[in-house]
């Protein structure tokens, strides 16, 4: 036991204690004021965020804690792989039976009292330990050049659960799913030709699956032809110009700018944000990072930033250190969960990219997050410490 602990890596172990902290408190100072609006207790989602956080907490120690082959056991993986599978399929079944379930467009969740589980959530992890498992077992084959042979199994659970995705409609999530697979795709050791032609594929797979989604659409000729429900369709429009369509759906990216703006350097303090208050909708989930900017400032912007910048980089460090295919696999598909989400999430709030409805990692209030993010900081903590263990014994 204490050998185990005396491994923990603390670049990795105190960035995430420090993110889930910041993330409770913005959470809570995000959400509260709407909570009064609503006669309600503001500390509503405080509650939910802790507890998310605490139980994040008790599944990253167990992660760790349980020997890392247990991960990559065709037991573990399958039932991981399979039940993902069961709640996509089931999210759709509710989507068919009881559309009035969707929530600002679409019906992403699966509601179990008062919580929610998001299984798009789950699809990142278990494609990350799919691909993992299936090209950490297939190395030799890989090697002599059975590309397809190897890639088949992966690129079609790949598939299937962005297709499954892409009929919620969830956009932003199929656009993470299908990043990931390039990575790990790449991470492989394979071609740049095969990696640039599967990462080809893969888009042109989402194109055909928004074309798809488009025709499932009837309210107009245009929408049906590009894929694009309407709500879709002003998101982007309000992108290109959020001042012009203020009122026909920029009001969110013109009330980011506002608060970012507001909040200058060093912010208004915590608590006092103005766009909190019914301009910005739901500010503790997508624009949580411009409350941060407003009452915090920048400076703290920055630094929640620069730990998600550290988790990303050092578990990309430790996976190019792993002299074991599976372990770096999973140290990279990390990575690109946190480097993706983080991406589209800043880049829609500051106007970069068109808004998606993605969180940004453990500062957004959202238990399935919170709880996946936090198997994957158990993950990449145990593969980090079974590294160590293996240098040791080498004597390196």
Not at 26 to 33: D, E
Not at 314 to 327: A, E, P, Q, V, W
């Amino acid at each position: 036991m204490k050998e185990k602990l005396r491994r923990l890596d603390p670049w990795i172990l105190i960035p995430y204690l420090l993110l889930i902290v910041i993330g409770v408190i913005m959470v809570y100072s995000a959400s509260s004021g709407e909570m009064i609006a609503a006669n309600l207790s503001p500390t509503t989602y405080l509650k939910r965020q802790a507890i998310f956080a605490l139980g994040g907490l008790f599944l990253a120690g167990i992660t760790y804690w349980f020997p890392a082959h247990f991960w990559y056991s065709k037991g573990t993986v399958t039932i991981i792989t399979l039940s993902t599978l069961a709640l996509l399929i089931l999210l759709r079944i509710i989507s068919h039976f009881n559309p009035s379930a969707a929530q600002n467009g679409a019906v992403g969740w699966i509601n179990i009292g008062a919580f929610n589980i998001q299984p798009v959530e789950i699809a990142k992890l278990a494609i990350v330990l799919y691909f993992a498992y299936i090209l950490g077992r297939r190395e030799k084959k890989l090697k002599k050049g059975h590309i397809l042979e190897v890639f088949g199994a992966p690129l079609a659970l790949t598939a299937l659960f962005v297709l499954l995705t892409m009929i919620q409609p969830d956009l932003g999530g199929a656009l993470i799913l299908s990043f990931i697979a390039v990575v790990l795709i790449g991470a492989s050791g394979v071609s740049w030709g095969f990696t640039i032609g599967g990462g080809a594929l893969i888009f042109g797979m989402f194109c055909v699956l928004v074309n798809f989604i488009g025709h499932l659409n009837k309210s107009s000729l245009f929408l049906k032809i590009s894929g694009l429900q309407l709500y879709q369709l002003d998101r982007f429009r309000s992108f290109l110009h959020p001042f012009k369509l203020e009122q026909h759906g920029g009001a969110q990216l013109v009330n980011s700018y506002y608060a970012i703006n507001n909040g200058g350097w060093f912010g208004r303090g915590l608590g006092n944000s103005i766009q909190k208050l019914g301009y910005l909708p739901e500010p503790y989930t997508d624009f949580i990072l411009s409350i941060t900017a407003e009452e915090l400032g920048v400076v703290a912007v920055s630094v929640i930033l620069i730990l998600l910048g550290i988790l990303i980089v050092r578990s990309l460090l430790i996976g190019m250190r792993s002299h074991n295919t599976y372990h770096m696999l999973v140290c990279y598909g990390v990575s690109a969960i946190l480097f993706v989400q983080t991406l589209i999430n800043v880049g829609g709030l500051l106007g970069l990219i068109p808004i998606t409805g993605v969180t940004l990692p453990f500062i957004s209030y959202g238990g399935s997050s919170m709880l996946v993010l936090a198997i994957c900081m158990g993950l990449v903590l145990n593969i980090s410490a079974t590294e160590k263990s293996n240098r040791e014994r080498s004597g390196l």
